[in-house]
């Protein structure tokens, strides 16, 4: 079964400076998707950036990118020139295609929280 | 930008009550979950959709019911609710297209409190 491990419960940054949440999966498939999900304090999750397995390039959304390593099966979000409105729970996700044979699942970490101090 | 609503936002009711939690989307999709997210934030999938008339229970076992009787609307439905079912539940939906999976549009959350 597919899995997703996010190993940091919580980091803190400091304004303006980069930093780095891991993200960590297992999967057999050789085709899928990965994302990156923000839900600020009671507010709406919204994704942030999304990865396309057989792509080669890491994505890349203005401050945020991330670093896709398939053989180890790693995809941690790069978040650079940090601000206070980035401080929010990160999730982590994996996807797999789809199939009519399986069932569409959806693995989520369980969450890094990151602080941006001032 | 949100095309999924979640009504009520908040809600305190008493133990043995019936509710209903609402879930409306305007992009079509044809996916559409529910999912418990605990305290520590980790998100539990108890139901879902592939589209009309399709529901499915999800990874974590929970008392409450879905419908799914037109496209836009998946309501989650409480018959009995108790101190247990204390949670922030979350709605979301996607496109569900051959070879092309999309990423889940979450709505706000609807934090309940059972007294």
């Known amino acids: 079964a597919q899995t997703v491990t996010q190993s940091q419960p919580e980091m803190s940054v400091q304004e303006a400076e980069t930093v780095t949440l891991s993200c960590t999966y297992d999967?057999?498939?050789?085709?899928?998707?990965l994302f990156w999900y923000k839900q600020p304090p009671s507010r709406q999750m919204i994704l942030v950036i999304r990865?396309?397995?057989?792509?080669?390039q890491n994505a890349t959304e203005n401050r945020f990118s991330v670093n896709f390593q398939k053989a180890a099966k790693s995809f941690s979000l790069k978040i650079s020139d940090s601000q206070l409105g980035d401080a929010a729970m990160y999730f982590c996700?994996?996807?797999?295609?789809?199939?009519?044979?399986?069932?569409?699942?959806?693995?989520f970490g369980k969450g890094t929280r990151l602080h941006i101090l001032p | 930008e949100a095309d999924i609503y979640q009504t009520p936002r908040y809600l305190v009711i008493g133990t043995g009550k019936k509710i209903t939690l609402e879930c409306s989307q305007t992009m079509g999709h044809d996916k559409m979950y529910w999912y418990q997210q605990d305290p520590g934030m980790e998100l539990h999938l108890i139901h879902y959709?592939?589209?009309?008339?399709?529901?499915e229970k999800g990874d974590l076992s929970s008392e409450s019911t879905v419908s799914r009787i037109r496209t836009e609307h998946f309501p989650l439905t409480l018959e009995s609710a108790r101190p247990s079912h204390t949670s922030q539940y979350l709605c979301a939906s996607s496109e569900y297209r051959t070879g092309n999976n999309s990423p889940l549009h979450f709505g706000n959350g609807t934090r309940l409190t059972v007294t």
């Open positions: 996700a994996y996807r797999q295609t789809y199939s009519m044979n399986r069932d569409d699942k959806i693995i």
């Open positions: 959709s592939y589209g009309v008339n399709s529901t």
């Open positions: 990865q396309e397995a057989y792509k080669q």
């Open positions: 999967t057999s498939e050789s085709d899928y998707y």
